[in-house]
C-alpha cells in the first residue's frame, strides 16, 4: 500500500461488515428475481467468495488460481457495469456517481495488473489483496446501498426487464459458462 493510500484509507475508514450486510440484505428485499439488481447482487456474492479463496490459499498455485478466478470474475462484472448500468445511471443524472464507478473500476483492474506481478503467499502478496478487496467492498457497499436502489427507482419496469437482458448478455460476453458457475469451481 502506498503513502498515499494508508493517509486516505486512515482518513476514510471502510464500512464495517454489518454495515454492509445490512445494505446488501437491503438491497435484496428490493431486488426481484431474474433482475439486473439480482444478478448484481449474486455477482457481488461472487466476488468476495473469490476474494476469500484467494485471501485463505494455502499454497502459492492455489493462491495463484484463486486469483485468476477472482480476476475473471471482476472484469466480467466491472465490463456489466460499465456497459448497461453506468450509461443507466448517468441517463438517470447519477453522472458523479457513474464518474466515480468508472474510475474506481478502472483502478481495480489496474491492481490486480499489479497483484500478478507479486509473488503469491507472500506479505506483499497480501498486502496488495487486502487493499484491492478493501476498495472493491467499498465499491460494491456504495453500489448497494444508494446508487443501484435509486436507478432502480428510477427506471419503468419495462426498461428494468432490458436492463436485465442486456447485463445478462454482458455476462455471457466476458465470462461465458463461468457466468453462473461458483468461484473455485
Not at 5 to 12: G, P
Not at 44 to 57: C, K, P, V
Amino acid at each position: 500500500m502506498s503513502f498515499f493510500d494508508k493517509i486516505v484509507a486512515a482518513l476514510t475508514p471502510p464500512e464495517s461488515d454489518e454495515t454492509r450486510l445490512a445494505a446488501r440484505a437491503h438491497a435484496r428485499t428490493i431486488a426481484t428475481p431474474g433482475d439486473w439488481l439480482t444478478q448484481v447482487l449474486d455477482h457481488h456474492d461472487r466476488i468476495e467468495q473469490a476474494f476469500e479463496q484467494a485471501r485463505s490459499a494455502t499454497s502459492a498455485e492455489a493462491q495463484r488460481n484463486a486469483q485468476q478466478e477472482l480476476a475473471l470474475i471482476l472484469t466480467g462484472h466491472s465490463m456489466a457495469e460499465e456497459a448497461v448500468l453506468y450509461p443507466a445511471l448517468m441517463n438517470g443524472g447519477e453522472k458523479a456517481h457513474a464518474g466515480l464507478a468508472y474510475e474506481e473500476q478502472a483502478a481495480a483492474k489496474v491492481q490486480m495488473a499489479l497483484l500478478e506481478k507479486l509473488e503469491p503467499m507472500t506479505q506483499e502478496y497480501r498486502d496488495k489483496l487486502e487493499h484491492i478487496r478493501g476498495a472493491v467492498t467499498h465499491h460494491m457497499y456504495q453500489e448497494e446501498s444508494s446508487w443501484f436502489l435509486e436507478l432502480s427507482d428510477q427506471i419503468p419496469p419495462a426498461e428494468q426487464m432490458k436492463l436485465a437482458q442486456r447485463y445478462r448478455e454482458e455476462i455471457q460476453r466476458y465470462m461465458g459458462g463461468s457466468a453462473t458457475s461458483a468461484p473455485g469451481s
